[in-house]
C-alpha cells in the first residue's frame, strides 16, 4: 500500500480544520472501502484523517417524524436498530444485504452513513 | 480520483512518516508496538506479534480469513489499520481456547469435519463467535446468511454450518 500520513482528530472542528488544511488528505471512518482502494492504487491520499473516535453515534427521531443518522453509525448497528428495523425494514434488509457481518464499521466496520452514499 | 492522481504523481518524493506508537490487548495481554501508518491490522498480528493463526487470504475484505474480534466485534482486519485501533482488545484464533480446553466453536469445527485445508478455518471460528455474540442468527439459513463474509474455498460450508450450529446451542 502507498504511504501515507494518519492523524486522529479531538472534534468536528479539528477534522474541519485538518482536512482544509490539506488537498490531498481523506477522511477515515470505517475505511473498508478506502483501504480497499488504496490497495488498488485508485485512491492516494497524502493523509488519512481518523475520525471514527468522533461522537457521531446516535440515531435520535426528529421532531418532524424523520431520523437523524450519526454518520458513523455502523451498518449492522443501524440495521437492526428498532427504530430503523420497524419503520424502515427495506432500509434494514439493504443494509444488511450490501455487505457481510465483517464489512465495515464492518457492516460493522463500514459506517452506515458511507452504506447509504452506496445504495442511493 | 484522477485529479488525485495528477496532484500525486509517481515520482514525487514525499516524507516517510514516522512510524506510530499504538497499545492493543492481544488475547488479553496489553501489548505495545510501533508500526506504519498504513500498517494493516492482519500485517501487526502477523509480522509484528508472529500470530501467524490470523490468515491473509484476499486481502480485500471479500475473503474472510482474516476475521478477527475488535472490542468483540468481528472484522476484516485486513481492511483495518493498526493504529486505528489504538487501545482495543483484539482476540485472535490464538486467543480463543482457555484453560487448555477447546473453544466449543474449535471443538465443533472437530466434530462436524467442518474443514478441508483449514486456511479459511481460524477466520471462520473468529466470524462464528462473532455471529454468536450479536444474537441474531437461530436457523441454518441466518447462520449461512450472516456468515456470508467467510468463504470456503473447499466448499465445507454445511459441515461449518452444523458445527455453529451445535456451539451455538451449547452456549
Redesign the interface.
Known amino acids: 500500500?502507498?504511504?501515507?500520513?494518519?492523524s486522529r482528530v479531538a472534534d468536528v472542528a479539528d477534522a474541519v480544520r485538518q482536512i482544509a488544511a490539506d488537498?490531498?488528505a481523506k477522511f477515515?471512518a470505517g475505511?473498508?472501502n478506502l483501504?480497499?482502494l488504496?490497495?488498488?492504487d485508485?485512491?492516494?491520499?497524502?493523509r488519512?484523517i481518523?475520525i471514527?473516535r468522533l461522537p457521531l453515534k446516535s440515531v435520535e427521531e426528529t421532531a418532524d417524524g424523520g431520523v437523524r443518522i450519526g454518520a458513523l453509525v455502523p451498518n449492522?448497528d443501524l440495521a437492526?436498530q428498532p427504530l430503523i428495523a420497524e419503520r424502515y425494514p427495506m432500509l434494514a434488509s439493504a443494509i444488511?444485504a450490501g455487505?457481510?457481518?465483517?464489512?465495515?464499521l464492518?457492516r460493522?466496520?463500514p459506517s452506515a452513513a458511507h452504506a447509504l452514499l452506496l445504495l442511493l | 480520483?484522477a485529479q488525485?492522481?495528477a496532484?500525486?504523481p509517481m515520482t514525487e518524493v514525499?516524507p516517510?512518516?514516522e512510524k506510530?506508537a499504538l497499545s492493543l490487548i492481544v488475547n488479553g495481554v496489553e501489548t505495545k508496538l510501533r508500526v506504519?501508518?498504513?500498517t494493516?491490522l492482519l500485517d501487526a498480528l502477523r509480522d509484528h506479534l508472529a500470530l501467524t493463526g490470523t490468515k491473509k487470504g484476499c486481502?480485500?475484505?471479500q475473503c474472510?480469513a482474516c476475521?478477527v474480534l475488535v472490542d468483540g466485534?468481528?472484522?476484516?482486519s485486513c481492511?483495518?489499520?493498526a493504529?486505528?485501533k489504538d487501545g482495543a482488545k483484539v482476540t485472535t484464533i490464538e486467543g480463543l481456547a482457555a484453560n487448555g480446553a477447546l473453544h466449543p466453536l474449535q471443538q465443533a469445527f472437530i466434530d462436524h469435519d467442518a474443514f478441508q485445508c483449514g486456511y479459511c478455518t481460524p477466520g471462520q471460528i473468529c466470524?462464528a463467535a462473532?455471529?454468536i455474540a450479536?444474537g441474531?442468527a437461530k436457523t441454518p439459513e441466518e447462520i449461512r446468511?450472516?456468515?456470508?463474509?467467510?468463504i470456503c474455498r473447499c466448499g465445507a460450508y454445511p459441515n461449518i454450518v452444523a458445527a455453529i450450529q451445535q456451539a451455538m446451542e451449547r452456549s
Do not use: C
Open positions: 500500500m502507498i504511504n501515507f500520513q494518519y488537498p490531498e477515515i475505511g473498508t483501504i480497499d488504496m490497495k488498488e485508485v485512491e492516494r491520499p497524502s488519512l481518523d471514527s449492522s437492526y444488511l455487505a457481510s457481518a465483517q464489512h465495515g464492518d460493522r466496520q | 480520483m488525485t492522481r496532484a500525486r514525499t516517510v512518516p506510530l506504519a501508518p498504513w494493516t486481502d480485500h475484505g474472510g476475521t466485534r468481528r472484522i476484516n481492511l483495518t489499520l493504529v486505528m466470524s462473532g455471529l450479536e441474531k446468511e450472516l456468515m456470508s463474509g467467510n
